[in-house]
Nanobody
């Protein structure tokens, strides 16, 4: 069983930055492909970014490409999401997710484990 705990959310002004972290329990973090998803008020949860087990392959939603960076530290069992040039459209609850598959995925149903989410609010 893998437990995921996100942190780093908060309130930031448009144009600002935040760095989200996701701490994973268990000794198998390096065998998991990881992802970030978000859910804005009144909207469905959507894919943000994903990263392969060793971090060599990343994937981003078009809406965040060039502004967000996903990374991981397997020695510390931690996933990160660096978010720059934030806009009010990025306001959402951000979720960390993990899957046991070999390849990174954008599909929510492929992910076996989910965190509780962290709120990101961007003011204009």
């Amino acid at each position: 069983q893998v437990q995921l705990v996100e942190s780093g959310g908060g309130l930031v002004q448009a144009g600002g930055s935040l760095r989200l972290s996701c701490a994973a329990s268990g000794p198998t973090f390096s065998t998991l492909t990881m992802g970030w998803f978000r859910q804005a008020p009144g909207k469905e949860r959507e894919f943000v970014a994903a990263i392969s087990r060793l971090g060599g392959i990343t994937d981003y939603a078009d809406s965040v490409k060039g502004r967000f960076t996903i990374s991981r530290d397997n020695a510390k069992n931690t996933l990160f999401l660096q978010m720059n040039s934030l806009s009010p459209a990025d306001t959402a609850v951000y979720y960390c997710a993990a899957r046991s598959g070999l390849s990174a995925s954008r599909t929510q149903k492929d992910f076996n484990y989910w965190g509780q989410g962290t709120q990101v609010t961007v003011s204009s």
